[in-house]
């Protein structure tokens, strides 16, 4: 397809147990970002990936949560030992350029996918 | 961190031209303007991007104050597929490639 997918669109899972989520980009986009969204909130960074370079991870909310980016391309964002308050809409998104926070470059907009929605029970 | 203030809810009439105002007097010279808007059920799209001048694009138009510390979304006609969470979104600061989403403006739009 030619837009952001995510996989899987739903999981129920134990408190307790590993949880993998799956984004792959579109083709030829050198950056991603996943984000989650609790339910009724706006979206919460978690990491930014950008080429070859170290993630940014300032976003990640605890050690139980780690991403990584294979090859440039797929994404997967995994959570060890999963809690209630894991609970939420984990979203991925790319962009062709970065979004630039500040200077003079132009800036990329991003195309996010549906979503993981992830229930801990 | 430079943040922006939104209303929570706005309701329009079809057809009829929306204005979503977004508050951002902390922005900083450097930082963009972003709005993206998000559906039901659905991940956020993109909607359209300024630093200083005026925007327009075939979603919508952009119209920055010129002391950049306010700026305001416009759809010209809305239709029912236009209600959606607005988002206005400011970068972190200079360095930073992230975008905060807040909570947004629910835009309903009335048949």
């Known amino acids: 397809g030619a837009g952001v997918s995510q996989s899987p669109s739903n999981k129920v899972t134990e408190k307790g147990k590993d949880v993998e989520l799956r984004c792959d980009p579109i083709s030829g986009h050198t950056a991603l970002y996943w984000y989650r969204q609790s339910l009724g909130q706006g979206l919460e960074f978690l990491i930014y990936?950008?080429?070859?370079?170290?993630?940014?991870k300032s976003g990640l909310p605890s050690d139980r949560f780690s991403a990584e980016r294979t090859g440039g391309s797929v994404s997967t964002l995994t959570i060890q030992r999963t809690q209630q308050e894991d609970s939420a809409v984990y979203l991925c998104a790319s962009s062709l350029i970065p979004v630039w926070a500040g200077g003079s470059r132009d800036t990329g907009e991003l195309f996010f996918g549906e979503g993981s929605r992830l229930t801990v029970l | 961190d430079a943040k922006t203030t939104q209303p929570n809810s706005m309701e329009s009439n079809e057809e009829e031209p929306v204005h979503l105002p977004c508050n951002h007097s902390t922005i900083s010279g450097t930082d963009y303007i972003h709005w993206y808007r998000q559906l039901p059920s659905q991940g956020p799209e993109y909607v359209i991007h300024g630093l200083t001048s005026n925007v327009n694009n075939r979603m919508a138009s952009l119209a920055i104050a010129e002391d950049r510390k306010s700026s305001t979304l416009i759809l010209h006609r809305a239709t029912l597929r236009d209600a959606a969470v607005y988002y206005c979104i400011l970068s972190q600061g200079a360095g930073s490639y992230q975008l905060t989403f807040g909570k947004g403006t629910k835009l309903s739009v009335i048949p």
């Open positions: 990936f950008q080429g070859n370079s170290a993630p940014d």
